[in-house]
């Protein structure tokens, strides 16, 4: 399993080669929630790898079961980037999405989410789905750092299985806050503003 994680980080880099961004912000281990835009399948994989490795060991992507379980070599793929995998058509009452990450996170684990929940056709960011407020609101020590991934689309077009070798960017963002008492909408809204702004950075 390590060593498809050494070569999930090895492909990524070769087929994304991203260069990584720190804007007001230090890479840290304390627990986080990534919160990036989401352009293509390769999102969750191209993000965790871009991480340092003391704090990728320390993060797991969430991602949707029906993709990356549809397969043994998917799951394997997603079992070896440790990713958290959710179930979005089969929600329970009792074992919510944000039920689930909160359990897996513990008091140990940063997680990376994609809070438009599907990935964009046309490359521009949809609504954030109220996921990310919930979890905020039932544990708002959490730092929130926003991320802009940039490309990393056109080296996975939709539909396509192979991917380009193309360059992208990641840009990682200072962190916030759900702040007492701040609506949902707004709160939301704040959240994918900062992602976006981290574009023309």
């Not at 969750?44 to 991602?63: D, F, Y």
Request: glycine content about 4%; charged content about 25%; aromatic content about 10%.
């Amino acid at each position: 399993m390590q060593l498809t994680s050494h070569a999930i980080v090895l492909l990524a880099k070769m087929f994304s080669g991203f260069t990584v961004r720190w804007v007001d912000c230090q890479p840290e281990t304390c627990q986080r929630v990534y919160f990036a835009n989401h352009t293509s399948h390769l999102d969750a994989a191209v993000l965790w790898s871009a991480l340092p490795k003391e704090i990728r060991a320390l993060t797991r992507p969430v991602a949707a079961k029906d993709y990356w379980d549809s397969s043994r070599f998917r799951r394997h793929i997603a079992e070896s980037f440790n990713a958290l995998l959710i179930d979005r058509k089969e929600i329970k009452v009792h074992q919510s999405p944000v039920q689930i990450m909160i359990r897996e996170m513990g008091d140990v684990y940063s997680l990376i989410v994609f809070p438009e929940g599907s990935r964009s056709i046309t490359g521009e960011m949809g609504s954030f789905k109220s996921g990310l407020y919930y979890l905020s609101k039932k544990r708002p020590d959490l730092e929130l750092v926003p991320v802009y991934i940039d490309n990393v689309n056109r080296i996975l077009p939709r539909g396509e299985f192979l991917p380009v070798p193309l360059l992208s960017c990641i840009t990682i963002g200072a962190p916030m806050w759900l702040e007492s008492g701040e609506p949902k909408n707004e709160f939301l809204a704040r959240a994918r503003d900062a992602v976006r702004a981290l574009k023309d950075k």
